[in-house]
């Protein structure tokens, strides 16, 4: 059975566009995982310790994953790009960041994933991009509608940076997907 999940796109450092445009790529080339809509990217300022600003966006994909499943596919993509995730080192510049947010209306809370996201609600930066490809969405947890928290309507430090593109549908994943088919390698 599939889901939609949402995940939130983030980076601050290099060239921000490109990288979450490679990582944005990268999860549609995901097994299991279908690219539906990507929204605007989002010029906000850094939570924690000084830093660049940083481009932020959200991406609606249809998977047939679980939680865990997806978020390891994501963590893949960050290490691709050259994440290196330290422990210690929450808050801390990166050069891509990407949040599994919500997947369906399953709720996750185990050592290494939690879903909805724990901060959902508090952000401004994963709200805004977030309710532009998806303004109805409601909390699992709490049933809200996610276009109701404060931080949503303030979009206080938020200024849009690029309108949403169209979304790349890999014409070479698909050229691949029919080659297999057909028994070649």
């Known amino acids: 059975m599939s889901v939609t999940a949402y995940i939130g796109v983030g980076a601050n450092l290099?060239?921000?566009?490109?990288t979450i445009d490679a990582a944005v790529a990268a999860i549609g080339r995901l097994d299991g995982v279908e690219l539906l809509a990507a929204s605007s990217?989002?010029?906000?300022?850094?939570?924690?310790?000084?830093q660049p600003r940083y481009l932020n966006g959200?991406?609606?994909?249809?998977?047939?994953?679980?939680a865990p499943e997806l978020l390891r596919g994501l963590l893949e993509v960050e290490r691709r790009l050259g994440r290196v995730r330290?422990?210690?080192?929450?808050n801390a510049p990166r050069t891509i960041d990407l949040d599994l947010l919500l997947h369906g209306e399953s709720i996750w809370r185990e050592a290494d994933v939690e879903v909805p996201h724990p901060r959902l609600?508090?952000?401004?930066?994963?709200l805004v991009p977030l309710l532009e490809?998806?303004?109805?969405?409601?909390?699992?947890?709490?049933?809200?509608?996610?276009a109701s928290a404060p931080c949503a309507t303030d979009g206080f430090g938020i200024v849009m940076w690029r309108p949403r593109q169209p979304l790349d549908t890999?014409?070479?994943r698909h050229q691949r997907s029919h080659d297999l088919s057909k028994g070649s390698s």
């Open 14 to 18: 290099g060239d921000r566009a490109a």
């Open 41 to 50: 990217l989002y010029e906000t300022d850094p939570v924690g310790p000084p």
């Open 58 to 66: 959200a991406v609606a994909v249809n998977t047939v994953l679980s």
């Open 86 to 90: 330290i422990d210690s080192e929450r």
């Open 121 to 126: 609600m508090e952000r401004a930066f994963v």
């Open 133 to 146: 490809i998806a303004p109805h969405l409601c909390h699992p947890v709490t049933g809200s509608v996610l």
């Open 170 to 172: 890999h014409p070479e």
